[in-house]
Every structure is written in structure tokens, then in C-alpha cells.
């Protein structure tokens, strides 16, 4: 008996009598009568198939989805060596928010939101940026902050799970823009300022000329 297959695929032609009866029995094919010989198919060789647009959009927003760039890293991770403050570190995970937000990969309530989200990233890449001191902040931020600060610290491998993760980006997503423009940087830096005191500016300024005469030195 010969099976033969209604494609073109690579076969090989052999008596019936060394088949195995699970051989014998294939189907998917048309019968011919011959009791001689039979034709036996190959795996036809594996293409990899072009990716789908699906496909397509879940790299993408896997690769929009990831936490800090290697960039980003490598900066931060250079500030460190360098002796400079957790601070100025966490300070580059805010700037690459910044920038995804004016490219429009998605947006903020406002620029406090923002820097937020950046500190959040950066302690959970292991910054050692301490949490906000109770009564300083919002409790729920608080926590949020410790939350994340332990997570960074642990270097636990369970990261945060897609659904939590699209259902973040979506409600970000439909937000404004106008969070990371300059003049409401600037408005958030004032009022930031205004807040601590004269000797907490003072001592603020001596540090960072410190950390820059040690890099002069260097």
C-alpha cells in the first residue's frame, strides 16, 4: 500500500514488511493500492515564521515595560564609584523618566508623580536612597517607598507581574505631557526649595562642592 501526501515534502521509499504497525497505520494521507511498498515522510525542515504584528507589539512593550535602561544603570553605577551622594545617583532614573515622558511613551499626573516614579525605580535597582521619614510625606508614599527600597535591597527575582505592569502603563498612559516640560520642572524645584531650610540649602551646597573638588583631584 503507498501513502502519498498531498504536498511536496521529502520522503523515502521502503518495503511494508520492516514497518512497525504504528508506521502502517499514519494517517492524513491518500491511499493507493499496492501491497509492495509504502512512502514514508520526513519532518519537513522548521522555518522560523516571520513575527506577527502581535508579536511585534508585545516586544515592544516588553522592551517599554523594562525597569531602567542599561544606560541609566551605567550612569548611576558611575555616580557611586565617583562618591557622589544616593541623591544624585537616583537622580538619573528621574532624568530617563523625564525623557520617556517628553518622547511620549507615556505621560504624569504632574511632576511630583514623576520624580516619584523614578526614585521608585531607583531604589528598586539598589540605590541605597533611605525612605521618606514618617510625617515628611504621605503615609501610603511612605510605604511605598519602603516597599520598594527592600525590594532593591533583596534583590528578589520575582519582579512585578504583567497585569499590574500594563494596568500601570495604560493609566499612565492617559496622562498629560506637560509633567516633564521645563517650566513645570522649575516651578516643582522652587517649591522644593522653599520647604527646607537655609541651613539644610547651606549644608546641601558644601556637599556637592566637596564631591566636585574630589573629582577635580582625580
Do not use: C, W
Amino acid at each position: 500500500m503507498i501513502f502519498t501526501a498531498t504536498r511536496t515534502v521529502p520522503f523515502d521509499i521502503v518495503p511494508t514488511s520492516i514497518l512497525k504497525p504504528s508506521l502502517q497505520q499514519t494517517t492524513g494521507f491518500k491511499k493507493q493500492a499496492n501491497d509492495h511498498q509504502i512512502i514514508v515522510l520526513h519532518k519537513a525542515p522548521h522555518f522560523a515564521r516571520k513575527p506577527t504584528n502581535r508579536k511585534l507589539r508585545r516586544k515592544q512593550r516588553k522592551e517599554r515595560n523594562n525597569m531602567p535602561e542599561i544606560e541609566t544603570l551605567r550612569r548611576a553605577a558611575e555616580d557611586k564609584r565617583e562618591g557622589k551622594a544616593p541623591s544624585t545617583q537616583a537622580g538619573e532614573f528621574v532624568r530617563e523618566e523625564m525623557h520617556h515622558i517628553r518622547e511620549g511613551k507615556h505621560g504624569a499626573r504632574s511632576t511630583k508623580q514623576a520624580i516619584a516614579i523614578g526614585l521608585s525605580k531607583a531604589r528598586r535597582a539598589g540605590v541605597k536612597l533611605p525612605p521618606p521619614r514618617k510625617g515628611s510625606t504621605s503615609e501610603k508614599t511612605r510605604k511605598n517607598a519602603v516597599r520598594s527600597y527592600r525590594a532593591g535591597q533583596k534583590r528578589s527575582r520575582t519582579g512585578t507581574s504583567r497585569t499590574r505592569a500594563r494596568a500601570s502603563l495604560r493609566a499612565l498612559q492617559r496622562e498629560g505631557r506637560g509633567a516633564a516640560s521645563h517650566r513645570a520642572l522649575s516651578r516643582q524645584a522652587r517649591r522644593s526649595s522653599h520647604l527646607r531650610s537655609s541651613g539644610e540649602r547651606s549644608r546641601a551646597a558644601r556637599n556637592a562642592s566637596r564631591t566636585r573638588s574630589t573629582l577635580a583631584s582625580h
